[in-house]
């Protein structure tokens, strides 16, 4: 059983320049979060997402950052015109089901960009 | 979801068991205790979780008090691989989870 894939798990982009980290969930799980983890600091929740549909996305910055799962395909968390600031730890996870709390968020390795 | 206190550090000998306090006194009656830990700068990983009884599984267990307004992590023989981040947790019907600043637990040998 695969776990939560994330890709890239490194990646260095240049300020102005456009992130996009993928999030594939485990096998059989409809949902995806995405957290940001800033250096020294502690998990941030940004956005939560089933398939074709943003549930929540009240972490999200207002600008530049989008997110999506679509039908098919992993999830796409997208930052466009990078800045040194969204350099960063940015993590994903997934559950069979969303608004129940008895289910359970696996949450993946991490990608981790920084902005030069 | 309601709010969690944690102590922001503890130590804990190698082969003892390490105790970990949570305070939820707001939690509500279809809140779950969750109970995640991050090993360095590692991906969150699930340990446990509860809703009123208490909970064991391979890795820990969970204790929560009769009124749900606290609860206590127990790793029986802690070994320095569980030096890490650990985060308490009170979710319900929203879906995500809210990280707080956990208590960071030095295993000393």
């Known amino acids: 059983n695969a776990g939560v894939m994330q890709n890239p798990r490194h990646l260095v982009r240049r300020r102005g320049q456009e992130a996009r980290l993928r999030c594939s969930p485990m096998k059989g799980h409809s949902h995806v979060y995405w957290y940001r983890q800033l250096p020294e600091e502690g998990l941030k929740f940004m956005v939560y997402l089933q398939k074709e549909n943003i549930i929540d996305e009240s972490g999200m910055p207002k600008e530049r950052f989008s997110a999506e799962f679509p039908k098919e395909g992993p999830s796409i968390l997208r930052i466009q015109q990078v800045v040194r600031g969204d350099s960063a730890a940015y993590f994903c996870a997934s559950s069979p089901t969303g608004l129940s709390g008895a289910n359970v968020l696996t949450f993946g390795a991490g990608s981790r960009l920084t902005v030069l | 979801d309601a709010k969690t206190t944690q102590p922001p550090s503890m130590d804990c000998a190698e082969g003892r068991a390490a105790n970990l306090p949570c305070n939820h006194s707001?939690?509500?009656?279809?809140?779950?205790v969750y109970w995640y830990r991050q090993i360095h700068s590692q991906g969150p990983q699930y340990i446990i979780h509860g809703l009123k009884n208490n909970e064991t599984n391979e890795m820990a267990s969970l204790i929560i008090t009769e009124d749900r307004k606290s609860s206590t992590l127990i790793l029986p023989h802690a070994t320095l691989r569980d030096t890490a981040v650990y985060y308490c947790?009170?979710?319900?019907?929203?879906?995500?989870?809210?990280f707080g600043q956990g208590t960071t637990l030095q295993v000393k040998p």
């Open positions: 947790i009170a979710r319900g019907n929203t879906g995500k989870l809210i």
């Open positions: 707001t939690i509500s009656g279809n809140e779950y």
